[in-house]
């Protein structure tokens, strides 16, 4: 035997075994953070004119583009019962000048291909840099000489009541809405809501008003950014921004917003939601420039701020797929910042997913967060925020920030190696002070019916409307022994009694609605004997078609046309019942009282109901008339359910019969239409083959 190659083979042996050893120890031990990249910012300068405008000129010539943002720093001021006023005074800026017509301007932006826009913060432009003096002096008109013209304030103010009244009905708007109002109050400018009341309150003068007592260049910021030097935005910042005259602002000051001494939960309900809108939140003072703020932004990171794989993620998307994502902020600001956490989830997991979110709260107060997640997280802020610095807009964002904040000037300079410094004790006291578990608002924007008991056993339940206002129960009593069917009889004598529309054998009714400026119309028509016919008109163009003879439904749409049978047009039967609350007493619905709500003030009995083909609806009457006020319900559509919400009033006496001259639906179109009857006829004799359907 060759004692030295048996040498060799041990030797390489127990080589590879040690080898083999260092890669298991390498591998159950993580590696260590490395340093933080060292950014170089692009160079800006900043200067200040005699007026108290401070100048910022970030400059990057690899396009032939240029931005100008001007930042008027206006103290957060409450508005009252105008709310709105600040930004309709922004937008109004653009919308005439003592030189221009707002058709004027626009004209100018588009001939240069450039945008402008103009808020209650400043203003926006941006175009090629061989318009730079062209736009500067288009922005410094808008900015300096605003006319105010009253044509274009009505006209804006039918615009922000149109898109109100769109954006009332969704419930990520109103979660929004009832958050702030919770999280600031209502008397503090952060938590002030607009309303069509604030809106129609404010007059032409108001924006004048502002206008006049804001904007002011002694606390505005203007920069300059991209294709442009420091020579040439001076001369320009001079030549059109030299002369406004500065002046004083006043500042008024609000107490601070607190958070709840306890967590509550603030339920808005939305019937027929299949899911539920989360939000956990409540005010922090947590102010910018701080070492806070950057341990902030770590412990907010780890969290739930933007990584897949934030704690909030793993937990609700993840491990229990309560969620396609949940996400949380912890956000800085001068006067008051906040927190806040959610997402959308389903029904039947809503207080699971906020016991789940709760306690990842808990858990970064009283736990350490490991070292390898700590470094993991530090690497992908280092990550990011170097790549944000490769902008221009960036680096004047950071310069703004310095100026506005009073930051020392190397604070961006040296963020990362602060975000480096951070540790696990830092993390730890920073939950204790800005995590909150146990004071929090818990804003849930869902179906109460089937949300609110399983979230009673989270935290005490109150009701909110939409604005954020507790609801008022008084005259919400149900009487003892009252039934649903009890309630149908009222509504059914309150129309004109059974006799009545037992005696209705058709009925014609045509509607019209303008949706985004077009004229739509209805025509309904339907038979006793369960039949209807409808068409949708727009702009005298037949849109929408439907037939049903009892037996099958023709449903034609844009050149489409279908025909239905069986299972598939059963769905036609309750649209072609002129009154189906007189077949509610029948074999196969299920009705059930389950309390009362006041519908747009007005206290209703609430009722769900079950038909016999198994869609569900929930439906209102008043307590006080017995009339219906609304109805509830949810269908399939391309987009997965929808949920429609039709609002009855104006009744109105028609052949001994009170007919809702008014219909106003959410969800049935992109954006709500309200209805108005225009003509009703009772027992004119329609023909069934008016109804009729031919097979294919």
């Known amino acids: 035997m060759n004692f030295k190659s048996l040498l060799y083979l041990v030797i390489a042996l127990l080589g590879t075994t040690a080898i083999q050893a260092q890669d298991e120890d390498f591998r159950k031990k993580a590696p260590e953070g490395g340093p933080p990249p060292r950014i170089e910012f692009g160079e800006y300068q900043q200067f200040k004119l005699d007026n108290g405008l401070e100048v910022i000129v970030v400059e990057n010539h690899k396009l032939p583009k240029v931005t100008f943002q001007l930042l008027v720093d206006v103290p957060p001021t409450a508005e009252g019962d105008k709310v709105g006023m600040a930004s309709m005074a922004g937008e109004m800026l653009s919308r005439g000048t003592a030189n221009r017509t707002k058709n004027e301007i626009d004209e100018t932006v588009d001939f240069m291909g450039a945008s402008l826009s103009t808020s209650s913060g400043g203003a926006y432009?941006?175009?090629?840099?061989?318009?730079?003096?062209?736009?500067?002096?288009?922005?410094?008109?808008?900015?300096?000489?605003?006319?105010?013209?009253?044509?274009e304030f009505e006209k804006l103010l039918q615009q922000r009541l149109s898109a109100l009244a769109l954006q009332t009905s969704d419930p990520s708007y109103i979660s929004s809405t009832v958050s702030d109002v919770l999280t600031f109050g209502e008397d503090h400018p952060y938590g002030e809501i607009e309303t069509r009341e604030t809106l129609e309150n404010i007059k032409l003068e108001d924006l004048k008003e502002y206008y006049n007592e804001n904007f002011k260049p002694n606390i505005s910021y203007l920069a300059f950014i991209g294709d442009i030097n420091a020579d040439e935005a001076r001369a320009l910042a001079e030549t059109y921004f030299g002369k406004w005259e500065k002046g004083n602002v006043a500042r008024a000051f609000y107490p601070r917003p607190k958070a709840p001494d306890a967590t509550q939960v603030?339920?808005?309900?939305?019937?027929?939601?299949?899911?539920?809108?989360?939000?956990?939140?409540?005010?922090?003072n947590l102010k910018p420039g701080t070492d806070d703020a950057i341990v902030a932004n770590v412990l907010n990171t780890i969290l739930g701020g933007g990584l897949l794989s934030s704690r909030l993620n793993q937990n609700i998307r993840e491990d229990k797929g309560y969620s396609y994502g949940v996400r949380s902020t912890l956000q800085y600001d001068k006067i008051i910042g906040y927190f806040a956490a959610g997402g959308n989830v389903r029904n039947e997991v809503t207080d699971s997913a906020v016991v789940e979110m709760l306690g990842e709260l808990e858990k970064l107060r009283t736990e350490a967060v490991p070292e390898q997640e700590l470094n993991s997280v530090k690497s992908f802020i280092f990550g990011s925020f170097a790549r944000s610095t490769e902008r221009p807009e960036t680096v004047a964002r950071f310069a703004l920030n310095i100026a506005r904040y009073k930051l020392p000037k190397d604070y961006y300079a040296t963020y990362l190696e602060r975000v480096q410094a951070v540790t696990q004790a830092d993390l730890t006291a920073a939950a204790q002070k800005y995590l909150l578990p146990g004071q929090a608002y818990v804003v849930v924007v869902g179906n109460a019916g089937e949300v609110a008991e399983p979230l009673e056993r989270v935290a005490p339940v109150i009701m909110y409307d939409n604005q954020g206002r507790p609801l008022d129960k008084a005259g919400l009593s149900v009487p003892e022994g009252l039934k649903a069917m009890d309630v149908i009889a009222q509504y059914i004598e309150a129309l004109g009694g059974r006799e009545k529309l037992e005696s209705v054998e058709d009925m014609s009714m045509t509607m019209g609605a303008t949706i985004q400026g077009m004229a739509l119309t209805m025509k309904m028509k339907q038979k006793a004997t369960g039949k209807m016919a409808?068409?949708?008109?727009?702009?005298?163009?037949?849109?929408?078609?439907?037939?049903?003879?009892?037996?099958?439904?023709?449903v034609s749409a844009m050149g489409q046309k279908q025909i239905l049978e069986g299972e598939d047009a059963d769905a036609f039967k309750?649209?072609?019942?002129?009154?189906?609350?007189?077949?509610?007493?029948?074999k196969g619905y299920e009705l059930k009282l389950t309390g009362a709500e006041k519908v747009d003030g007005e206290p209703a009995y609430k009722i769900e109901i079950i038909s016999p083909d198994g869609s569900k609806s929930t439906e209102y009457f008043s307590i006080e008339s017995g009339l219906k006020l609304k109805t509830v319900t949810t269908q399939d559509g391309p987009q997965g359910s929808v949920t429609i919400t039709n609002r009855f009033s104006d009744y109105r006496e028609v052949e001994g019969m009170m007919v809702p001259f008014q219909t106003e639906s959410e969800g049935?179109?992109?954006?709500?239409?309200?209805?108005?009857?225009?003509?009703?006829?009772?027992?004119?004799?329609?023909?069934?083959?008016?109804?009729?359907?031919?097979?294919?």
């Open 125 to 151: 432009a941006t175009a090629l840099s061989k318009h730079k003096e062209t736009l500067i002096e288009l922005m410094a008109d808008a900015v300096l000489n605003p006319s105010f013209p009253e044509a």
């Open 266 to 284: 603030a339920l808005i309900n939305k019937d027929g939601a299949t899911q539920s809108i989360l939000n956990i939140t409540y005010p922090v």
């Open 668 to 696: 049935m179109a992109p954006v709500p239409l309200t209805m108005k009857v225009e003509e009703v006829n009772i027992n004119t004799g329609l023909e069934d083959d008016f109804f009729k359907v031919d097979k294919e």
């Open 574 to 586: 309750s649209q072609a019942m002129i009154h189906p609350e007189l077949a509610y007493d029948k």
């Open 534 to 554: 409808m068409t949708v008109e727009m702009n005298g163009s037949v849109v929408n078609e439907t037939r049903y003879d009892g037996e099958r439904a023709m």
